[in-house]
Structures are given as structure tokens and as C-alpha cells.
T-cell receptor
Framework: GENVEQHPSTLSVQEGDSAVIKCTYS??????FPWYKQELGKRPQLIID?????GEKKDQRIAVTLNKTAKHFSLHITETQPEDSAVYFC???????????FGAGTRLTVKP | DGGITQSPKYLFRKEGQNVTLSCEQN?????MYWYRQDPGQGLRLIYY???????QKGDIAEGYSVSREKKESFPLTVTSAQKNPTAFYLC????????????FGDGTRLSIL
């Protein structure tokens, strides 16, 4: 089955700097890659997703890139703000299969 | 999302007791899921259901059971066979086959008395 690895497990940046979180997946048939943000004690919320027919997607300060050949995808947050502090999870899933696999999470801390 | 409701928010289980966690959605989603979240770990899939009256085991189904009698509801029972049930349980739903984002409830925190 699919295996998703996420790095780093913790990340601390200064406000205004960029943050990058990387994930690798094992099954080349996976074709949907969402990213979730989870604040302490709250539900995970989708922040951006990408499908395998696209190499990059941007939404304001957030972008995701996908390298299908290398089987890795990354989350980029620019101009970080303290409210970006949270745990971020990547995930991967196969088409026609609802068995979504999550990475272990990255705790991002943005220092004011 | 307000469309997925989990209850209760906190739950305590005694030794040898079965407890049931509720998950209801009004998003008209076909698929529903149960995840377990332990500190410092990602979400691990317990069970998922793609349609009414059908469900599949995830990676850590042992000690858990589910039912899907209605499209809106997907309750999870933590049985006494689950020896380490203390965790944060998240229910989610999605609108169909793969390539759809999952929407999560607020979770239930289960502890052992």
C-alpha cells in the first residue's frame, strides 16, 4: 500500500520568512495530494491540494509543487505570519480509492 | 466544517467497556472515514465506507467496529478488545471516489478511567 513520509517533523521560522515542508510517496499510481492544517485541539482543514496532471498550484501565500518522477511534493508558505503556526499534514491517495494516507505531520512555529 | 458533527467531544471508558462515537454529516457525501490520531503521529485510518451498508478495514481496525446504515451516519464502536484506546478520534467525509478532499469533524477525545 501507499506510504507517505514527511519532513521535517518540526520547523521554526521568523515571521516573514518562507517555510517549506516536503513529502514523499511510494505508489506511483497516487494522483491526489492534499495538504491539511491543524491548529491545536481543532480539526484538520484543507489548505491546498494538487492533482497529478499539474506540477504546481498557488493560492496567495501558499503553493504546492509535485514531482511525479521523483514521487515527492512540497508545501511552500511565503511571508509567514504567527497565525500560520500549526501542524501541517500531507496526504496521498489513489484514484478510485478512498484510502488516503497521511504523513506524520510537521509542527510549524512562526516567531514574531 | 459545520457539516460534520462528532459527539461527544470528550469520552471516558472503563475497563472492559464498549463505547460508541457518533459521526453525522449533512454534506450528502457518499464516503465517510474514521481516523485515530496519537501525539506526534499522523492520522491512521481505522475504517472507511464508500456507500451505505458497505465498509472496509483500514490499517488499525482491530478492536474497532463500525456500521453504515444511513448515508448521514457512521458510528464507531471502540470495543474492550482495543487495549490502548486513549487517542483523538476524527471522522471525515468526502464527496465520492478518490481525488476529493476530506472534510473533518471536530473530533472526540477518548480516555481510559
Amino acid at each position: 500500500g501507499e506510504n507517505v513520509e514527511q519532513h521535517p517533523s518540526t520547523l521554526s521560522v521568523q515571521e516573514g520568512d518562507s517555510a517549506v515542508i516536503k513529502c514523499t510517496y511510494s505508489d506511483s499510481a497516487s494522483n491526489y495530494f492534499p495538504w491539511y492544517k491543524q491548529e491545536l485541539g481543532k480539526r484538520p482543514q484543507l489548505i491546498i491540494d494538487i492533482r497529478s496532471n499539474v506540477g504546481e498550484k498557488k493560492d496567495q501565500r501558499i503553493a504546492v509543487t509535485l514531482n511525479k518522477t521523483a514521487k515527492h511534493f512540497s508545501l511552500h508558505i511565503t511571508e509567514t505570519q504567527p497565525e500560520d503556526s500549526a501542524v501541517y499534514f500531507c496526504a496521498a491517495t489513489l484514484y478510485n480509492n478512498n484510502d488516503m494516507r497521511f504523513g506524520a505531520g510537521t509542527r510549524l512555529t512562526v516567531k514574531p | 466544517d459545520g457539516g460534520i458533527t462528532q459527539s461527544p467531544k470528550y469520552l471516558f471508558r472503563k475497563e472492559g467497556q464498549n463505547v460508541t462515537l457518533s459521526c453525522e454529516q449533512n454534506l450528502n457525501h457518499d464516503a465517510m472515514y474514521w481516523y485515530r490520531q496519537d501525539p506526534g503521529q499522523g492520522l491512521r485510518l481505522i475504517y472507511y465506507s464508500q456507500i451505505v451498508n458497505d465498509f472496509q478495514k483500514g490499517d488499525i481496525a482491530e478492536g474497532y467496529s463500525v456500521s453504515r446504515e444511513k448515508k448521514e451516519s457512521f458510528p464507531l464502536t471502540v470495543t474492550s478488545a482495543q487495549k490502548n484506546p486513549t487517542a483523538f478520534y476524527l471522522c471525515a467525509s468526502s464527496g465520492g471516489q478518490g481525488n476529493q478532499p476530506q472534510h473533518f469533524g471536530d473530533g472526540t477525545r477518548l480516555s481510559i478511567l
